[in-house]
């Protein structure tokens, strides 16, 4: 995507119905696909995106997706009164057209939300009443999509967790080594392929009818959790990648953050540990919320989900390094290189703890 100057952001941003003058307009996050900006008015904050559609192809069926399952959230909240509802979930700001989304003249394409003030959000967990919190947002929000039927949603990013069309990526960025980069990484792509038929579980159970498609958030990143002041669970963000899928998706997603001591690209993996506590402690939340509508089935996917996610996200890294960095921003040139080797590192722990893992996620069923 082309570089954006303050111009062209203030003049996108002036297509929104937002309240007061804009003061200012700054970065903002830490988000790896769009570009994200905080418009400050005299009245209040907004979160101003720039929707990266060479990721997200079909932006209107993106903003669609979001439209439902904001208007099914709010819904679901409504008896709470409208400042809670405001504040627990996002709200999207219509252009001064009515629209959800504006494309400018460059055929740029633009959200705005308000921006929730006095929340916070954190890369790396620090606390059990974090993990925990995060646990039964995430499962919370599962249980209030159960009810919302699948179909009603696109499929925006098709097989987005699938491991077979990822590895399919990795191999056609092998056989292409566009980047001449695949001879530097011979021992992770062995240490990869070990693994391979391992990782096939979920899809397998899926395949087999054995796991209900439900409405999953797919991108469980702890930092894609806001809490309060007292780290208390106010909303959860990013929703780009709502969409059909299976829990163990979500849960393995939110397991690879929360678990690792360390942050997803750190280069010193001797630094990569698992917090087992925290493990517990977000399963336990989970649990809280999911256990009254997750099958048996689904309960034991949640393992597989655990040694999947952090496995198919050094597939994903390593696959853009191979490709040349087209994909994820990266801030240095082996960016990609360090993500796939300190995710690696995670499922190495995981493997020598997987006996631990399993007894504390059948003990937080029962809890
Ligand atoms: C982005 C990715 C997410 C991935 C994460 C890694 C998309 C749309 O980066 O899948 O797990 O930090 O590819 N989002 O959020």
Known sequence: MS???????????????IEGDIMYIERFGSGHINDTYRVKTAVRSYLFQRINDQVFTDVAGLMENTRVVLHHLKQKLAHLGREKVEKSTLTLIPTDEGKWYYQDES?????MLIL?????????????????????????????LSDLEPGKLVEILPNFHNIDFRMGNLRNAIKDNVAGRV?????????ILQ????????????????????????????????????????????L???????VAY?????????????????????????NIPLFRAYAQGYMSEASVFLTEKEMTSLLHGVFLLPFMQAVRFLTDYLN???????????????????????VQEMELYQEELTTILEESVHV
């Open 3 to 17: 570089e954006l100057n303050n111009n062209n952001i203030l003049s996108a941003a002036s297509h929104f119905d």
């Open 107 to 111: 055929d740029c394409f633009w959200r």
């Open 116 to 144: 929730l003030e006095g929340t916070k959000s954190y890369d790396i967990v620090e606390t059990e009443a974090q993990a925990y919190a995060g646990g039964k947002a995430f499962g919370e929000f599962q249980k209030q």
């Open 183 to 191: 001879e530097e990484v011979q021992d992770i792509l062995h240490y």
């Open 324 to 346: 040349g960095d087209t994909y994820y921003k990266i801030h240095y040139p082996t960016h990609n290189l360090v993500r796939t080797r300190a995710q690696l590192k995670l």
């Open 195 to 238: 693994r391979e038929e391992r990782m096939r579980t979920i899809l397998w159970m899926g395949n087999n009818g054995d796991l209900p498609l439900r409405i999953t958030h797919n991108d469980t990143k702890f930092n894609n959790v806001l809490l309060d002041e007292h780290d208390r669970v106010q909303c959860v963000i990013d």
């Open 240 to 246: 780009d990648t709502v969409m059909p899928g299976y």
């Open 250 to 274: 979500d849960f393995g997603d939110a397991i690879r953050t929360i678990i690792n001591s360390a942050a997803e690209d750190e280069p010193d993996t001797s630094k990569i540990i698992l």
